[in-house]
């Protein structure tokens, strides 16, 4: 049988916008030991601002491409690229577009152009400045860069907060993301976080996620469902961002933190640790 209590501790988690899929999970956010963070919309905004645009191109023409290339996405810096043009897409242009996860995106227009919006893994930069502060996104066409836009994300009001009540359980923070060094490092850095691995392919974050399994207390994955719908589900827990999350993140976590406030992980911590003491 399962004790009521669970059932008080997922109606309170819910009544806090946690959703709780199962009274063992409850229970087993009592046994947490590290929490892995994705950055991008889980400790960061995931809403990302143009601080720069490089192109010897016409900028709003410039900017249009870009819109075109990364209207197809649905990644946060996609979406804020789209945004930042103030213009309107013409999607009947496209033939194909692919997401190229942990890299950017590729397109095929009507006309047979190939573009490239991403890294410098998928376009390349050299002989070109590519120090430019911030998140770089490249553009090519038909393998010639014709532009960079510069991107600046923000951290999550709680963020920092959120870091310093978990280790204040004794719970260790661990971030992980495809970003460049430089701006992993600032931002685990200015949240105390406790390691951070960084330039990682989605298929880097399952690996050392399943590398820090089993080694002791459960470890929860909390992420956007962006690049890393696999890492929330072979976690002990997943916990998925909610309202920036996809369908697929909030099918394969088991928590669910609808407002996607990150302090919400620790409350759900808390939650579970005053449910077992009303339950024992
Ligand atoms: P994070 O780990 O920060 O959540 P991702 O794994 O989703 O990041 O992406 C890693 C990197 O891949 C991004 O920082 C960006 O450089 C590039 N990238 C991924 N998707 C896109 C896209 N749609 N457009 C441009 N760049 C992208
Ligand atoms: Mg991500």
Request: with cysteine; net charge negative; proline share 2%.
């Amino acid at each position: 049988s399962i004790p009521l209590g669970f059932f008080g501790g997922i109606g309170a988690s819910s009544r806090n916008g946690i959703l709780v899929k199962g009274g063992n999970f409850l229970e087993a956010l009592n046994e947490v030991g590290t929490v892995v963070f994705d950055k991008t919309g889980t400790l960061t905004e995931g809403v990302f601002e143009v601080t720069d645009v490089v192109t010897d191109m016409d900028r709003h023409e410039f900017m249009g491409i870009a819109a075109l290339i990364e209207s197809s996405s649905p990644h946060p810096i996609a979406k804020s690229v789209v945004d930042a043009y103030c213009g309107q897409v013409d999607r009947t242009m496209i033939r194909e577009a692919k997401e190229i996860p942990g890299m950017g995106v590729s397109l095929t227009t009507t006309d047979g152009d190939i573009y490239l919006a991403g890294n410098s893994r998928l376009v390349s930069i050299e002989g070109k400045d590519a120090s430019l502060q911030g998140t770089n996104i490249h553009v090519s066409r038909n393998g010639s860069h014709i532009g960079t836009i510069v991107l600046q994300d923000r951290l999550k009001a709680n963020a920092k907060e959120t870091i310093a009540h978990l280790k204040g359980r004794g719970i260790a923070s661990v971030m992980l993301t495809g970003d460049i060094r430089e701006n992993a490092l600032s931002a685990a850095q200015d949240l105390g976080i406790d390691e951070v691995h960084y330039q990682l392919m989605p298929e880097d974050k399952l690996r050392i996620l399943e590398e820090k399994l089993g080694k002791g207390r459960k470890l929860v994955f909390a992420g956007d469902g962006i690049n890393d719908t696999p890492v929330l589900a072979r976690a002990d827990i997943g916990i998925a961002m909610g309202a920036m999350g996809s369908d697929a993140a909030i099918e394969a976590a088991d928590v669910v933190v609808m407002d996607d406030d990150p302090m919400k992980i620790a409350t759900s911590m808390d939650i579970a640790a005053y449910t077992r003491t009303v339950v024992y």
